[in-house]
């Protein structure tokens, strides 16, 4: 059974930071890309970023720069570091992993709240 677990979410101030961790199980790791979106209610669910299996990274042009993409294949986890957070990077985050386009499981979703 494949799982993707999410944790980390929180409520943080404007300009804080937050970790996201995804630990994957039921998978071989080390042959999917990985990552992350996010999803606002009635908004569609968007990218936020993205690592390879070659470790290649990409990043939505909104968190370019403030945003960093990791994954530790030893540990089958991927993890998002988020600094110089907004409040319009309030959201729900979901982990995701890809091996080919039919072969795609989801987290759950963790809660980030960015509010003063």
């Known amino acids: 059974q494949v799982r993707l677990v999410e944790s980390g979410g929180a409520s943080v101030q404007p300009g804080g930071s937050l970790t996201l961790s995804c630990a994957a199980s039921?998978?071989?790791?080390?042959?999917?890309?990985m990552g992350w979106h996010r999803q606002v209610p009635g908004n569609q669910r968007e990218l936020v970023a993205g690592?390879?299996?070659?470790?290649?990274?990409n990043y939505a042009d909104s968190v370019n720069d403030r945003f960093t993409i990791s994954r530790d294949n030893s540990k089958s986890t991927v993890s998002l570091q988020m600094t110089s957070l907004k409040p319009e990077d309030t959201a729900v985050y979901f982990c995701?992993?890809?091996?080919?386009?039919?072969?795609?499981?989801w987290g759950q979703g963790t809660q980030v709240t960015v509010s003063s």
């Open positions: 039921g998978i071989i790791f080390k042959d999917y890309d």
């Open positions: 995701y992993g890809r091996r080919y386009s039919w072969d795609i499981y």
């Open positions: 690592i390879s299996r070659t470790g290649s990274t």
